[in-house]
């Protein structure tokens, strides 16, 4: 049986203090940064793609409105969950406006809105990963509890995982929940939904809806989630990165260490980050395989919902006046 708490760490989060050091052994990473606007075009695509399999199977048999979605949907969808996050960092557009607007379309075939929310929710994650009361990302302590290790509560947590996504974000008490931003993505979404509804029938809405729970829960693609920061493989390392090959259809979102070391990357300069600085990344612990960690996740009872690093301080660095340019450039591209 696993201990039933969080792994406990003193030490501030390691993003902070390696992109400091990098950042001075390899200076040239400062190149990477910026924006890529190209991506509009994989938004577009993507959304396109989605309204053109949900018109296709409209009229389908069941079965065959599940098995897509599984097969194909999940993964449009995921990589539609993707864009929003390249978007909840400002990594297309100069104007934060627009790119908060490529969110809410990244976000129609999801049925449910939550771009605009995601971003908030999503900057606190980097800004204070590991305290409980600002990282939504980390388990509610009695949805830990109640799910612990047990292979049928961690397929019944994947297959809900959005639900229980939603129920943290009470916690987080310095978040408005509701704006401006927030209502534009409700009334858009919507209106998309129910026209989804009347042009192409229940199924193509009912395909869309299946695909998002699908994405981000009980198929492989749901290891992600484990993949990012439960300790799987080090309990002194808390954030891991996957190098395995769906990172092709995926855009690179498997380079997580990388990303949460400079958030001010957009996802096709990622790679090149990892090449361009081997001495910090080469040595860290890392997946090859979402399918792999799917499974072990289920059935490994070493792996629970506690497998997390949890902290209590806020996650500040304290920086030494060499340091304070570079650094400071990196929050403000993270703003």
């Known amino acids: 049986m696993t201990e039933q708490k969080f792994h406990f760490s003193s030490q501030p989060e390691p993003h902070r203090i390696r992109t400091l050091q990098i950042l001075k052994q390899y200076p040239d990473v400062k190149k990477l940064m910026g924006k890529n606007p190209l991506t509009i075009f994989a938004i577009l695509g993507l959304v396109g793609g989605m309204i053109g399999i949900s018109f296709l199977v409209k009229d389908s048999a069941w079965w065959v409105v599940l098995l897509v979605a599984y097969g194909i949907g999940a993964f449009f969808n995921h990589s539609l969950f993707v864009m929003i996050h390249e978007c909840s960092h400002h990594l297309l557009f100069k104007n934060k406006w627009m790119n908060r607007l490529a969110a809410i379309v990244s ?5 449910f809105p939550s771009a605009i929310s995601f971003e908030r929710y999503h900057i606190k994650h980097h800004s204070f990963q590991g305290v409980h009361e600002l990282d939504a990302d980390l388990p509610d302590f009695w949805e830990a509890r109640t799910i612990n290790n047990s292979v049928f509560g961690k397929a019944l947590w994947l297959l809900l995982f959005p639900v229980f996504q939603v129920i943290r974000t009470f916690r987080l008490k310095e978040i408005k929940p509701v704006d401006g931003w927030i ?4 009334i858009i979404q919507i209106a998309f939904n129910i026209a989804i509804w009347i042009f192409f029938g229940p199924k193509a809405l009912i395909f869309m809806l299946v695909s998002f729970f699908f994405s981000v829960g009980l198929h492989p693609l749901g290891a992600r989630w484990i993949q990012e920061h439960y300790l799987t493989l080090d309990e002194n390392q808390e ?5 395995g090959g769906l990172n092709a259809v995926a855009f690179n979102v498997g380079y997580h260490n990388e990303h949460h ?4 990357i ?9 090449m361009s600085a081997p001495t910090f990344y080469d040595s860290l612990k890392s997946h090859q395989s979402w399918t792999k960690l799917f499974f072990r996740f289920l059935f490994d009872k070493n792996i629970s919902l506690y497998s997390r690093t949890v902290r209590n301080e806020r996650g500040k660095v304290k920086l030494t006046d060499e340091s304070k340019p570079d650094a400071e450039m990196v929050m403000e591209k993270m703003a």
């Open 261 to 264: 070391d400079f958030p001010s």
């Open 183 to 186: 209502i534009t993505n409700w």
């Open 266 to 274: 957009p996802w096709n300069r990622l790679p090149d980050l990892k």
């Open 107 to 111: 976000n129609l075939p999801h049925v």
């Open 239 to 243: 954030t891991y990165s996957y190098y």
